[in-house]
């Protein structure tokens, strides 16, 4: 909520109480045409203007301008303090502070060092679904969670809870919800869950887990760093094995295999070698999935059907696919 809809939601509740019209707005807001019938008064806040509109017929005695200066002043305070806060909080998840100085954050913030928060990052595809998808997430009311606008790029929601199977329900609610909203403009990206202090490892964990997932064309658009460990795995393999497995994917003619055949076997790999449900995902026919795992098996030798078949396939895509990148 930015300030303007605090100043709305101000002016509601004053016209309640007072049972009057009253419009609060700063000063860029005031030769508005709908408030040239209007009385104006205007007050200092903070070494900026102010103004205060009321019904033409309404008067505001000494009483009245003194207490809405009064709440005026307490609702800026409020706003500063929580912005200021929000800024510390981000430092805390984006930056990799020392310690004493992440301590003396997490203190000022009243965070309970004991609990486990995940950050879970939401990635839209274009700009103009940012404010959409802000206004979705926060409307879940639950107070296990907080959602913070990292900046153009990213919508942070904090989770606080540690069991794996209520933050993935969580995580598949809110893109069900994108994708029912918004036809599913956004990707997800979620880290462990960590203890406050290691916050910054949970967001390091989303923001790879997001590059991972759209590097790899992973077939869902949601992706768990957990998910990842094969990922991690390989690419802490030294550079030689790494251009070892490179080469063979090349003499196992994985440049001949179009992108479409690529993503079919990778989804058929992350779907535990089903049928049916890659078909289903791709929204093909099974035959259209026989016909295309068959002539991947022709043109690589691998009949990924098969266990041991499917695992050499991975490992060599992930690093096709990683050079392919680099380059």
């Not at 990799?96 to 004991?114: C, P, Q, R, S, Y």
């Amino acid at each position: 909520m930015n300030i303007h809809d605090n100043l709305f939601l101000l002016s509601k509740r004053l016209s309640d109480v007072m049972d009057t019209d009253i419009i609060i707005t700063w000063n860029d807001e005031v030769d508005k045409p709908e408030y040239s019938s209007y009385r104006k008064y205007i007050f200092f806040i903070e070494n900026r203007p102010c103004y205060i509109f009321t019904e033409r017929n309404v008067v505001l005695g000494e009483r009245e301008q003194a207490l809405i200066k009064y709440l005026l002043n307490k609702e800026i305070s409020s706003i500063n303090n929580s912005k200021f806060n929000e800024q510390n909080l981000i430092k805390v998840i984006t930056e990799a502070l020392k310690k004493d100085e992440k301590e003396e954050i997490i203190k000022d913030l009243n965070i309970n060092t004991k609990e486990q928060i995940s950050v879970i990052l939401i990635k839209p595809f274009k700009k103009d679904f940012y404010e959409d998808i802000v206004c979705l997430i926060s409307n879940i009311n639950r107070e296990d969670i907080q959602t913070i606008r990292l900046n153009d790029n990213f919508i942070c929601v904090l989770f606080r809870n540690s069991n794996f199977c209520t933050i993935r329900s969580m995580c598949e609610a809110m893109m069900f919800t994108m994708e029912s909203e918004l036809l599913g403009q956004a990707k997800i990206g979620v880290g462990n869950p960590k203890i406050p202090y290691e916050l910054n490892e949970s967001y390091e964990e989303a923001i790879k887990a997001l590059d991972i997932g759209s590097k790899y064309q992973l077939p869902t658009n949601v992706y768990y760093y957990e998910d990842l460990t094969i990922y991690n795995l390989i690419f802490s393999l030294e550079k030689d094995k790494i251009k070892y497995f490179y080469k063979k994917a090349i003499r196992m003619n994985f440049r001949e295999l179009s992108e479409e055949e690529l993503k079919t076997a990778n989804t058929f790999i992350e779907n535990n070698l089903n049928l049916s449900k890659t078909a289903k995902i791709l929204y093909i026919h099974r035959n259209t999935l026989t016909y295309r795992l068959d002539k991947i098996n022709e043109i690589t030798k691998l009949n990924i059907r098969t266990f041991n078949d499917a695992v050499e396939f991975k490992i060599l895509f992930i690093i096709y696919k990683a050079h392919e990148y680099m380059e």
